[in-house]
C-alpha cells in the first residue's frame, strides 16, 4: 500500500489541501518502492548477517564494521524506545562527521523515529530554531557541540522531553537524565524493533538549506528520493561493491547523505570519513585506504591540489570523485584530472531538487567540465522565463524547475516556503538560471535568487544585511559574492553607517555577530565602507555594480 499525505506528514505540518505542494507530495507517494523496497535500517542488517566484520565506515583512528554499524544503532533505538518517545516523533541530532552519526541515523530509523539532521557548524540560535520548527521532542548529541553546551540547551527547551547524551569519544557510552545507559539496561527493547522501524516512504529524515531570514529552511525527505538518486550515481559512476567511498561532506545535508549514509550503503562498501576535513589528511586516507570513489566540494579539491604534498601521494586507485554545490571551475578539475588520472563528475540539483542533470564517466572531459551534464528524462526539467512562460524547447535561458522522484517532499511546515518553491502546476524551481544545448546538456550560467556560495554552502544575501542591520551604528548594508579562488566565493558586506555614528572595523564586525549566535559561514570576510549604495532604476541596491566594484578592487591589489 503507497503511504498517504496524511501519514506521512503530522497535522501541524501537513501540506495544505489543494495546493501544488500536496499534489505534488501526493505524486511522488506513489513512486514508493519503484526502486526497492528494503529501508536502509533492513540494509545495515543484511551487511552485518553477511559480512560482519567487513568495514562499514573507516575514519583516521576507528574502524566501524557492519557488526558494529547494526549494533549501535540498535542500541541507540532501544534508549530512544525506553525513554518513550513517541512513534513518528521528530528527533534532533547533531553529531560530528565519522561512522557514529550514521549509526545514530540509522538507530531513530529503527525506532520507528524522524532524523531532524542538524549540521556540525550550526550555532546554537540555529539549532534552536530547527528543533522548534520541527517541533522535536528528542535530541542525541554530544554533552557538548562547538561553544553551546547542549545539555542546558535541551534543559532549557521544554519541548525536548529525551536527551541521549553520546560520548564523541567512546561512542558506545550514552546517557539519559544524566545516567549512564548500557545494552543491558535497554536489551529487552531490541525485540521491538521490527514493529516500529520507518518504511522507505515514510517521513525519514528533515534538514536545513539557507532561507532568506537567516535561519534555515527545514527540507523534508523519505527514503524512497534517495534510493532513486542511488540508480543515477551508481549508473553515473559505474560504481559496484568493490569501490571505497570517501565522503567528506557534513552527513546531515543532500550531498553528504546520498555520498555516506546512501549508496555505499545498498552496495554494501565501505566509506572513509573525517570529523573535520583537512586536505592532507584526506590525501593520506585516499592513499591509505585505496578510495576509489571521493566526493567533495570544489573548494576541498582545490585545497588538495594547493597542497605542496599532493604529488606525494599515490593517486593510482582513484577513479572518479563526484563534486558540486557551487559551480565547477574548469582550470582546476582539468589540473585534478590530469594530475590524479581520475574522472571529475558532478550532479546539477539541490538539498530540495536532487539531480536535473548529471555527467557520466563515458562523457568527453568537455561535457563533464564545462556543462553541468545532460538532463535526467525522469526528472522533466523545464526552463521558465521571468513570466514563467516555458522556454526549454529554445534553450533558455531560464530558471530550471524539475518535477520528479529524486526531489524531497517540500520544506516541513512552512506553507509560504513551498509556496515560493512550486509552480501552479507543482514544478519545483531551483532559483538557478540555466541553458540547454541540442543535446540536452544543461549549463548554469546565473542565480534568480540572492545566494552567495562559499565552498558549496549557500549563504543568504539578504540574511547577511538583516544581521548587519541589526547593529545601531549601521543605516544600509549589502551583501555580495566575492571572488575566491579557494572557496569560489566569500561574502563581502557594504556599509553605510548612520551620521555621527562610530564605524567599525571587519574584526569588530564578526565580533558582534559572533555574540548574536550567527554562523560562521554568514560573517563577511570583507567589509567596505561607503558613503552611499548604488541603486538601479526601480530603487534596488544595484548589486551588480558592486560585484563589479569588489572585484576592481581585488584586481588592483593584485596588481
Not at 170 to 185: C, F, H, I, N, R
Not at 243 to 258: H, R
Not at 513 to 524: D, I, N, Q, T, Y
Request: net charge negative; hydrophobic share 40%; glycine share 10%.
Amino acid at each position: 500500500m503507497q503511504p498517504h499525505l496524511d501519514d506521512v506528514f503530522p497535522s501541524d505540518a501537513r501540506p495544505v489541501p489543494g495546493s501544488p505542494h500536496a499534489r505534488y507530495v501526493t505524486e511522488r507517494l506513489g513512486e514508493v518502492g519503484a526502486w526497492g523496497l528494503d529501508s536502509y535500517a533492513s540494509t545495515v542488517d543484511r551487511h552485518a548477517e553477511r559480512d560482519p566484520d567487513g568495514d562499514a565506515f573507516i575514519e583516521a583512528d576507528r574502524r566501524m564494521s557492519w557488526w558494529d554499524y547494526r549494533s549501535h544503532s540498535n542500541f541507540v533505538a532501544s534508549a530512544l524506545m525506553a525513554s518513550s518517545v513517541s512513534p513518528r516523533a521528530r528527533v534532533g541530532v547533531i553529531f560530528p562527521d565519522g561512522g557514529a552519526v550514521h549509526s545514530i541515523f540509522v538507530g531513530v530509523e529503527k525506532a520507528g523515529l524522524t532524523i531532524v539532521g542538524i549540521g556540525p557548524r550550526a550555532g546554537r540560535r540555529e539549532i534552536e530554531h530547527i528543533l522548534a520548527t520541527t517541533g522535536a521532542t528528542a535530541l542525541v548529541s554530544p554533552a557538548r557541540h562547538r561553544d553551546v553546551d547542549m545539555i542546558s540547551l535541551a534543559v532549557d527547551l521544554p519541548s525536548i522531553g529525551t536527551h541521549l547524551v553520546v560520548d564523541k569519544d567512546d561512542q558506545s557510552s550514552l546517557w539519559v537524565a544524566g545516567e549512564l545507559v548500557t545494552p543491558d539496561d535497554v536489551s529487552e527493547q531490541e525485540e521491538l524493533i521490527a514493529d516500529r522501524r520507518l518504511g522507505i516512504g515514510d517521513l525519514w529524515l528533515v534538514n536545513s538549506t539557507s532561507g532568506t531570514t537567516g535561519l534555515p529552511k527545514c527540507v523534508a525527505h523519505n527514503q524512497n528520493r534517495w534510493i532513486y538518486y542511488h540508480t543515477l550515481t551508481t549508473d553515473a559512476g559505474s560504481f559496484t561493491t568493490d569501490d571505497v567511498f570517501m565522503s567528506v561532506i557534513p552527513a546531515p545535508f543532500g550531498f553528504g547523505i546520498w555520498t555516506a549514509h546512501v549508496t555505499p550503503l545498498l552496495l554494501g562498501a565501505p566509506t572513509v570519513v573525517m570529523e573535520r576535513f583537512d586536505a592532507d589528511g584526506a590525501m593520506d586516507l585516499i592513499e591509505q585506504e585505496g578510495v576509489t570513489v571521493l566526493s567533495c566540494v570544489s573548494t576541498q579539491f582545490i585545497m588538495m591540489l594547493n597542497s605542496p604534498r599532493f604529488d606525494a601521494h599515490d593517486w593510482t586507485r582513484l577513479r572518479c570523485i563526484f563534486t558540486g554545490g557551487e559551480p565547477v571551475p574548469f582550470q582546476r578539475s582539468e589540473e585534478f584530472e590530469r594530475r590524479t588520472g581520475a574522472r571529475v563528475l558532478q550532479f546539477f540539483g539541490s538539498n530540495e531538487t536532487g539531480g536535473l542533470s548529471r555527467t557520466r564517466m563515458s562523457d568527453s572531459r568537455e561535457r563533464r567540465l564545462l556543462t553541468s551534464g545532460q538532463i535526467i528524462e525522469g526528472m522533466n526539467v523545464r526552463l521558465l522565463d521571468e513570466d514563467g512562460r516555458d522556454v526549454t524547447t529554445s534553450g533558455g535561458p531560464g530558471q530550471a524547475a524539475c518535477a520528479g522522484p529524486a526531489t524531497c517532499l517540500g520544506y516541513y511546515g512552512d506553507a509560504e516556503a513551498n509556496r515560493e518553491l512550486f509552480t501552479d502546476d507543482g514544478f519545483m524551481l531551483t532559483g538557478d538560471i540555466c541553458r540547454l544545448d541540442d543535446e540536452h546538456y544543461l549549463t548554469l550560467v546565473g542565480r534568480a535568487s540572492d545566494i552567495i556560495i562559499r565552498g558549496g554552502k549557500n549563504i543568504s544575501a539578504p540574511a547577511v544585511e538583516a544581521e548587519i542591520l541589526s547593529h545601531e551604528a549601521v543605516a544600509l548594508a549589502a551583501a555580495v559574492a566575492m571572488p575566491d579562488a579557494v572557496f569560489g566565493e566569500r561574502v563581502c558586506a557594504y556599509v553605510v553607517f548612520k551620521p555621527g555614528a562610530q564605524a567599525f572595523t571587519l574584526l569588530e564586525l564578526v565580533e558582534y555577530l559572533e555574540a548574536r549566535g550567527v554562523s560562521k559561514e554568514m560573517r563577511p570576510e570583507r567589509l567596505e565602507i561607503v558613503d552611499d549604495l548604488p541603486r538601479s532604476s526601480g530603487g534596488k541596491v544595484a548589486k551588480g555594480e558592486l560585484r563589479e566594484d569588489i572585484r576592481r578592487r581585488l584586481q588592483e591589489a593584485d596588481a
